[in-house]
């Protein structure tokens, strides 16, 4: 008869997930791995195949548990209240308390030694998901008239995205969640005040062109 588990793989996949959180990848042994889940080093590779394996699971289900926060903003109806929301839902799960500091995204494997390359690919491709959903949520958001028309969309993109990067960053240093909706305020006056005036100036030059247009007309009728 076969020995039953005793354990179960959810759980051990979320403990795994928050001990990559901790420390990286590379920061991550086999036997932090055993220590933390509770199980040999047979049973991880038994049931989840390799460190590897494991670490490209733990990104996804972090992903899936940790980062909803973000495909929930995309859908508020304003973009005002879209970045508003997405940068609030990391300052809560970077600064959580249950959880680690920081974000697996962000810190999880950006820094590999050349083998272990397709480690950070997995965590780049993810951050380029979200950055490339973002922009489209954003271009919406101009076509709707929110943005000026030229406004780059995906540098916007690139720069809410950076911003989470950095507040990640910030709390796994220890910034508390004052400190770091301080720099939410700025950021959310910065990109909306610009996109604002950019905006108004592009609609006064549309409203000067109609008048110019409309006189130019009234003098050719006459």
Known sequence: MARQRQFDPDDALDIATRAFWLTGYEGT?????????????????????????????????????YAGFFFKALDEITVAEVVRDLIDGMIRSVTAGDTP??????????????????????????????????????????????????????????????????IALQAKSGAARPALRGIRDIALAGIFGACDAAATEHGAAETAAGVGARCCDGQAKK
Not at 32 to 42: N, Q, T
Not at 55 to 60: I, S
Not at 135 to 146: F, H, M, P, T, V
């Open 29 to 65: 042994s086999i036997a932090d791995l055993e220590a933390a889940m509770g199980i040999s080093k047979p049973s991880i590779y038994r049931v989840f195949g390799s460190k590897e394996q494991l670490f490209r699971l733990a990104v996804d289900h972090f992903v899936e548990r």
């Open 101 to 166: 500091p920081g974000s697996l995204l962000a810190q999880g494997a950006m820094a590999c030694a050349r083998e272990n390359e397709e480690m950070r690919v997995h965590v780049l491709c993810w951050r380029r998901k979200f950055e490339q959903l973002l922009a489209q949520r954003l271009a919406r958001a101009r076509d709707e008239g929110e943005f000026a028309r030229e406004t780059d969309c995906r540098a916007v993109a690139r720069y809410v995205t950076a911003l989470c990067d950095g």
